[in-house]
């Protein structure tokens, strides 16, 4: 079996917002020139796949045909905005799709059995993609359309997905809000201080879905052993859940000095974050872990965090890891998780 399969196109690229906008396509060159050096420098078998289109059935079961259709007209017309962060050239209308239809490849292989992980490396990112709207950097959620795909084509009935991006992922929390069988966890910058203002601890879920969407927000400036063990809190939660397979939405712009970013993190704490969420996998999914790129800006480190992070997926443990989690968690942190705790303490044990 195949340790890590790797989507990937070239045609990823296609797709730019303004010349200096932070989402650019040098950021995937960074990413996989790290993917290529792992592959000479691990004994472990890491492959590349060719990503396949979505169908216009498979993006309709996640997203309103209005989205689609405002999305394909723009690109069409030759580009222009769909929200004051978010634009599109020529090719976004086709690119969007081709990062969701890696996304559900992704999940696809993992399914199958062909490989125990995977990780789409894609842009245009999907995560804000609200199921009737774009921003964010976001046109389609391809996270949301892989987890749907799961749960409708395959039969999954306890499906996770884990975020780790510095932002809510609003348009995955939103799609899956009244659903038990798609759980969403994300740890992420307090929407008081960034983008997209939503995200707080109370924001549990409705109806069969109250208890089933997890918030843990963190103060500007919070650091790798915090940030790593509001992770851990997460996935224990998850362990009471026993999901059947996890997805994680990627995003490496937590890391300090991150362009769009507020947080502090070191690149080891994203060795840390690929590990426990292999262990996690490993105990309780039988090693299944579908991953996606979503945001990360810092061209100078995008190389570095991404081998470390895939290092951590991969099983690799590393070695100051105990010593990063035997930090007592500050104050600050520690209330956030107060909240979130409050939030569910009807639905979970803590
Ligand atoms: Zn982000």
Redesign the pocket.
């Known amino acids: 079996m195949i340790d890590l399969a790797v989507i990937y196109s070239e045609l990823f690229k296609k797709h730019k917002m303004d010349r200096v906008h932070p989402e650019s396509p040098a950021r995937l060159d960074e990413i996989i020139k790290g993917v290529k050096e792992l592959q000479y420098e691990i004994k472990k078998d890491i492959e590349f796949y060719k990503p396949q289109y979505i169908s216009e059935k498979e993006l309709v079961s996640v997203h309103v045909v209005d989205l689609i259709r405002k999305v394909q007209a723009i690109s069409e017309a030759g580009g222009g905005m769909i929200t004051i962060d978010t634009t599109l050239n020529p090719h976004t209308y086709d690119i969007a799709r081709l990062a969701a239809g890696a996304t559900k490849q992704a999940a696809e292989i993992v399914d199958k059995g062909e490989a125990k992980r995977s990780f789409a490396i894609v842009r245009p990112p999907g995560h804000h993609a609200e199921s009737n709207s774009a921003g964010g950097f976001c046109y389609f959620n391809n996270i949301a359309i892989a987890a749907d795909w799961l749960v409708n084509d395959k039969g999954y009935k306890r499906v996770a997905i884990i975020d780790i991006?510095?932002?809510f992922g609003n348009g995955t929390s939103h799609i899956f809000y009244h659903r038990k069988d798609v759980f969403y966890f994300s740890i992420h910058a307090h929407p008081m201080y960034s983008y997209p203002g939503s995200g707080y601890p109370t924001e549990i879920g409705v109806s069969e879905g109250k208890g089933y969407n997890v918030n843990v927000a963190l103060l500007p400036g919070v650091t790798s052993s915090d940030w790593l063990k509001s992770l851990e809190f997460g996935l224990n939660i998850l362990k009471q859940y026993k999901p059947e397979i996890i997805l994680v939405s990627v995003?490496f712009?937590s890391l300090g000095g991150d362009p769009v970013g507020i947080m502090n993190i070191a690149p080891n704490a994203f060795w840390g974050a690929g590990h426990l969420l292999n262990q996690f996998a490993e105990e309780y999914c039988n090693g299944k872990i579908i991953c996606t790129l979503?945001?990360g800006y810092k061209l100078d480190q995008l190389k570095d965090v991404s081998k470390k992070f895939i290092l951590g997926l991969m099983g690799e443990k590393l070695i100051v890891l105990n010593k990063i989690m035997s930090r007592e968690m500050t104050e600050q942190t520690r209330s956030m998780i107060v909240q979130t705790k409050k939030a569910l303490k009807e639905y979970w044990n803590f």
């Open positions: 991006d510095h932002h995003g712009d979503e945001g």
